[in-house]
């Protein structure tokens, strides 16, 4: 121990001074600009958050040399670049460039010395190296051969194969989230595995020996790194791989326990921010799992009759995830129940994927049609990927909430190993089967069969994206008119697939506020949407240029929407009541310019006023248009902005109200909600109630379903 504790001293305590007191440092700390000359470590990635309207790249570099006050300062250490300039998109890494900009602290303590903002384009230095523009062609080929396919397979086969995420739909990415899958997500392992394990299998055909053989699974092991980039998962599963080889070519091919601790070791100390890796830390667990668990619980399967290969397609996702739980647990404050079940039906498309796409990126430099013909091939083991996931996350309390941290992640790993511990006599397994299937039993019937969602005959479903907006209006089987979208993507994707949505003939923007339009990549992946609606004003700018973007992505045409237009989708009629005239200089601009729109799905009719406060509300009374509906979705999340009299004319049998669990807005206000309860509305919250479904009735008459929070 203390010689280890030496070596760890000696690999972290120069990287921690160079990052305290080096030049990086002493420019960070006086804030002026800096011209800094550094080498790319890694793909640029687009950040969620957008300046002005514009990308934000994230890049990870190393510094070599700082210029501030016109001095050159030669110097050492880790950048995160904050670059608004198209220019950083697509560099490679090892390239060299020269950035202009300012330099901040990071956020977080890790060995990151500083993050660089800048708005200017980077300014290449000679060329990235050979191999790493060889890796950038044969990546850029694979995703171009997967272009002509579906949205969702053809985002996740670049990620699974090579670690390329930049095109995987984010509802994807949130199902395999919750359904314990994200390692199929992107590269890992298990990719290293099967690549491997193929080449040694090749080998085999020809007259030599070990060493041979092991030295050209490495040499293909090396440029599959390379490929793919070092992420902490490949980089622990190429150094244990590599281990593994030198034990087969030495004679001792049964050495992988020492070989995975040998592979902590050295790449911990050779680089120690590995020890703070979330993904390092979950793939050394995994593979923990597998060599240590996953052995003795295949034998006790198949002592008690499972057939091997049973025992062994059990095991090994049961021993994976037990060992990840409690680290998944300490860091997202969830535990899935759908992890073990997803990830054994899934596993055997992984292989099949993972071979195709390789070879799709290989020969796509040099044969494109046949890239192209294995990529369609290899859509379909992807495809059943997306629908385990996908399926899996719509399961009712597949991911169930559990304290985050250390104590919850301490607590779950007691409770897996107690639970494990007494699992071994045949009384404690016993009872803990008849506990397990009596929660089941009562549980089932209430929380899938009964309450089910979607509940039959909605017409109109309030989503709960949090502080914002996402309305869903019932078109068709499996269509629907969107207005508004939430904050961000995957709250109104998940509602949206929750209710089987899959076409949207027409979405409109009530305004351009962030919490109206923030997700509309959520609600435009994956889907077949006809048009997008705005109305008449187009502030604030950002808003508009992040819309137009999208859309421009998507392929999905933009329409003006003016007040007096009738337009009609499926089961869904519209007429447009406001803004009947752009207002300026009231109280908030953006809101009194709202899309004010009256819909009726069959015999159900909603007023859907976005965030319209005193001034629009006045505006559209005094057309004398109609505005009487069974449903109001009420203004503004339920400010005190709204007026009296709009409330009144509107009559609402229900009221919904979008908003955000203990917002910072006050919203909803008191006297408001007290407003329309006495006037007879029934008062449904997505803050308390989840999403909120309406429910047409044969008698004609409306009846409420909440999902509540799961």
Not at 134 to 154: E, F, I, M, Q
Not at 190 to 215: D, H, K
Not at 420 to 428: E, S, T
Not at 662 to 690: C, E, F, Q
Request: hydrophobic residues 50%; glycine residues 12%; aromatic residues 4%.
């Amino acid at each position: 121990m203390a010689v280890g504790a030496a070596m760890a001293g000696a690999g972290v305590v120069p990287r921690l001074v160079e990052r305290d007191s080096g030049a990086v440092a002493r420019a960070t700390e006086d804030g002026g600009s800096v011209t800094v000359r550094l080498v790319v470590r890694d793909d640029p990635r687009a950040a969620d958050a957008r300046v002005g309207g514009l990308p934000l790249w994230i890049v990870p570099a190393s510094v070599e040399e700082i210029t501030t006050s016109g001095t050159r300062h030669p110097t050492g250490g880790r950048l995160l670049v904050l670059g608004q300039h198209q220019g950083w998109k697509g560099l490679l890494p090892g390239q060299t460039v020269i950035a202009d900009g300012r330099l901040v602290p990071p956020q977080r303590r890790d060995l990151t010395a500083a993050v660089l903002r800048t708005t200017g384009p980077p300014h290449l230095v000679g060329d990235p190296p050979w191999i790493q523009r060889a890796a950038g062609g044969l990546r850029a080929g694979l995703r171009d051969a997967c272009a002509h396919l579906p949205s969702k397979p053809g985002g996740l086969l670049p990620g699974l194969v090579v670690g390329d995420t930049s095109g995987l739909d984010p509802g994807v990415e949130d199902a395999f989230r919750q359904t314990g899958m994200t390692h199929l997500t992107a590269v890992s392992g298990a990719n290293l595995a099967i690549l491997a394990g193929l080449v040694l299998a090749a080998l085999r055909r020809f007259p030599i020996g070990p060493g041979w053989s092991a030295a050209l699974a490495a040499v293909a092991i090396a440029g599959f790194v390379v490929l793919a980039r070092p992420s902490p998962s490949v980089v622990r599963a190429a150094a244990m791989c590599g281990l593994g080889l030198l034990a087969l070519a030495l004679g001792r091919p049964r050495a992988a326990v020492p070989a995975l601790c040998v592979s902590i070791l050295v790449l911990v100390l050779v680089d120690p921010s590995l020890a703070a890796a979330p993904g390092f830390a979950l793939s050394v667990a995994a593979t923990a799992g597998l060599l240590l668990i996953a052995p003795s619980w295949s034998a006790a399967l198949a002592r008690r009759g499972v057939p091997g290969v049973a025992a062994d397609a059990l095991a090994v996702p049961a021993a994976a995830q037990a060992a990840c739980a409690p680290l998944l647990a300490a860091l997202t404050g969830t535990v899935s129940l759908t992890a073990i079940p997803a990830n054994l039906i899934a596993a055997p498309a992984v292989g099949p994927a993972t071979v195709l796409g390789l070879l799709a990126a290989v020969t796509a430099p040099v044969v494109p049609p046949l890239a192209t013909a294995l990529t369609w091939l290899g859509q379909w083991p992807a495809w059943w990927l997306v629908q385990v996931a996908e399926r899996g996350a719509a399961v009712p309390d597949g991911l169930v909430p559990w304290p985050d941290g250390a104590v919850g992640g301490w607590t779950l790993a007691v409770v897996i190993a107690a639970g494990a511990f007494v699992a071994r006599w045949q009384l404690p397994r016993r009872l803990i089967a008849v506990v397990c299937s009596a929660v089941v039993v009562a549980v089932l019937p209430l929380r899938v069969v009964a309450s089910g969602w979607p509940p039959a005959g909605w017409v109109v479903v309030g989503c709960d994206v949090g502080q914002g907006d996402a309305l869903v209006l019932r078109a068709g089987p499996r269509s629907a008119v969107v207005v508004d979208v939430g904050p961000e993507p995957s709250a109104v994707d998940g509602c949206l697939r929750r209710l089987g949505v899959d076409s949207v003939p027409l979405l409109l923007l009530s305004h351009l506020h962030l919490d109206h339009i923030g997700g509309l990549d959520g609600a435009l992946a994956g889907r077949a949407v006809g048009a997008i609606g705005l109305g008449p004003y187009r502030e604030p700018a950002e808003g508009a240029s992040a819309v137009a973007r999208s859309a421009r992505r998507y392929g999905v045409r933009l329409m003006s929407v003016t007040a007096g237009e009738r337009l009609t989708a499926g089961a869904v009629a519209l007429r447009v009541l406001g803004p009947v005239t752009v207002l300026h200089g009231t109280r908030s601009d953006p809101n009194n310019n709202s899309l004010i729109v009256r819909a009726t799905v069959g015999r159900v009719s909603v007023l859907l006023p976005g965030d319209a406060e005193h001034d629009a509300e006045r505006a559209v009374m005094a057309t004398g248009e109609p505005l009487a509906a069974d449903v109001l979705k009420v203004p503004h999340h339920g400010s005190a902005w709204s007026e009296p009299a709009f409330l009144d004319a509107a009559r609402p049998r229900v009221a919904l109200i979008e908003v955000g669990v203990d917002n910072d807005y006050g919203h909803p206000d008191r006297a408001v909600v007290a407003h329309l309860v006495r006037r007879g509305a029934r008062v449904l919250r997505t803050d308390r109630n989840g999403d909120l479904a309406v429910v047409a009735e044969p008698n004609g008459g409306i009846a409420t379903v909440v999902r509540g929070h799961r």
